[in-house]
């Protein structure tokens, strides 16, 4: 049988991984976990995403898909988007921190969840697939699923928090979800069989 093509996700979100070992689990491809821990310096998701990958696919030589995402939300004028990741130490942390700055704001708190993922492949222009998934932040935590934010963003019509789904219902949803399958749709994935 012919080797499958390895793919680097370049994340150490152990949250975040879990998703991908999901959502890529038809794309035949071996999926290989690396953190090319760099700075998210970047002005933009798309910036930061093409460092995480271009820095995982320089390291190993292996095409590489690294994703940055964050919370955007309206009446903090999409705050916090990119610094997302850089609200506290924890994310306990950051989610009391965005709860906090929201206090006594007028309700609801609409928000939405923003995925970038930036495919690098060696010696081939890096590609971009972009998701997003429209709901609310509500101020209490609720249900333990998935990661992040999750537990305080509510997707409307389902009366749930993604931290109240599990993970085959928030794919249904989610902004990494639709980013995946916009990477799918692409064709890109099967071309590093070729
Ligand atoms: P980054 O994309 O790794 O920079 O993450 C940005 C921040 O958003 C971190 O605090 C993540 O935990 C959080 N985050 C990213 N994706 C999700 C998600 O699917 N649900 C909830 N929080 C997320």
Known sequence: MPERPRLVIASGNTGKLREYRDLLSGAGVDLVAFDSEVDEVGETYAENAKLKADGAAS??????LGDDSGLEVEVLGGFPGIRSAR???????RTAELLRRLEGMPRPWKARFVCVMALAIPRSETRFFEGECRGEVVPEWRGEAGFGYDPIFLVPGTGKTFGEM???EKRKYSHRAAAARALLESGALQRLSD
């Open 59 to 64: 390291r190993s030589g292996l095409a590489s």
């Open 166 to 168: 599990p993970p085959e």
């Open 87 to 93: 609200l506290g130490p924890t994310q306990q942390e």
